[in-house]
């Protein structure tokens, strides 16, 4: 299992930090805790990103 940090996803999407941290917090892109901090898994981060996939969030991004 591939976990990413938050920054890590950031800098991948080419985003703040902070849009990484309001897709979370709004349940818009899973997370796990790994002692006590914040991990994405990569399957999820590509879930999220596929354009057309059910469940994508790319409309509420501003993508088309």
Do not use: C
């Not at 938050?6 to 790994?34: D, N």
């Not at 914040?38 to 969030?57: A, V």
């Amino acid at each position: 299992m591939d976990l990413l940090t938050v920054k890590e996803v950031a800098s991948i999407l080419s985003v703040h930090e902070y849009s990484v941290r309001r897709w979370l917090s709004k349940g818009m892109l899973p997370f796990v805790k790994v002692g006590g901090r914040t991990r994405i898994r990569r399957s999820d981060l590509d879930n999220f990103i596929r354009p057309g996939k059910p469940g994508s969030q790319q409309s509420e991004r501003g993508v088309k």
